[in-house]
């Protein structure tokens, strides 16, 4: 079983970063797929980014590349996406979600949700 819990979020100026932050609990942490997604109002759960257990494969979706990156600490059981750059258009509740196994671009395939952290970008 694996909790996570996402902070990070906030409410920021177009053109400005934040870093959300997803720790989750359990040993077995470092063998798990990470991903990241977001939901708009009224809008599906869409992926975002995903990266491997060992943190050298990383994936994101067209409209992020450049801008954001995933990223983990195995140590500290933390997975990461900072995202500057930031955009209207990229304002959603962002969720964390864990996989045992590879990374995945697939909502279907994970396993672990966290509640989510809504951020807020204005123009």
């Known amino acids: 079983q694996v909790q996570l819990v996402e902070s990070g979020g906030g409410l920021v100026q177009a053109g400005g970063s934040l870093r959300l932050s997803c720790a989750a609990s359990?040993?077995?942490?470092?063998?798990?797929?990470m991903g990241w997604f977001r939901q708009a109002l009224g809008k599906e759960r869409e992926f975002v980014a995903t990266?491997?257990?060992?943190?050298?494969?990383?994936y994101y979706t067209d409209s992020v590349k450049g801008r954001f990156t995933i990223s983990r600490d195995n140590a500290k059981n933390t997975v990461y996406l900072q995202m500057n750059s930031l955009k209207p258009e990229d304002t959603a509740v962002y969720y964390c979600?864990?996989?045992?196994?590879?990374?995945?671009?697939?909502?279907?395939?994970?396993?672990?949700w966290g509640r989510g952290t809504q951020v807020t970008v204005s123009s």
């Open positions: 990266i491997s257990w060992s943190g050298d494969n990383t």
């Open positions: 359990g040993r077995t942490f470092g063998s798990y797929g």
């Open positions: 979600a864990a996989r045992a196994g590879g990374r995945s671009i697939r909502i279907n395939d994970y396993d672990y």
